[in-house]
């Protein structure tokens, strides 16, 4: 059973920057797909960056240009840096990870708390 390991999270200060990470464990199949999702208390959970194991990325409009993702395979590791970070971006950031070949799994984190505020 593939279980997600999340670690970074935290108060930071307008402008300032954190860095996610979400290592993968529990099977022999290693994800071909990672990302990072955020949730605010009452809302949907919203995309916030995807990357496949071959290394294409997806980002949402509101991060561009200042969060990065990025993944080690040989660790089933995905990072988010996040840089410029805005009080918008206030929520709880939830790793997902996943396989789209046979055997097929998707799987979430637990969470871990992003708080932006002077």
């Known amino acids: 059973q593939v279980q997600l390991v999340e670690s970074g999270g935290g108060l930071v200060q307008p402008g300032g920057s954190l860095r996610l990470s979400c290592a993968a464990s529990g099977s022999i199949f290693s994800p071909n797909f990672m990302g990072w999702y955020r949730q605010d208390p009452g809302k949907q959970r919203d995309l916030v960056a995807t990357?496949?194991?071959?290394?294409?990325?997806n980002y949402a409009d509101s991060v561009k240009g200042r969060f990065t993702i990025s993944g080690d395979n040989a660790k089933n590791t995905v990072y988010l840096q996040m840089n410029s970070l805005k009080p918008e971006d206030t929520a709880v950031y939830y790793c997902n990870a996943g396989r789209s070949t046979v055997p097929p799994y998707n799987v979430w984190g637990q969470g871990t708390q992003v708080t932006v505020s002077s």
């Open positions: 990357i496949t194991s071959g290394g294409s990325t």
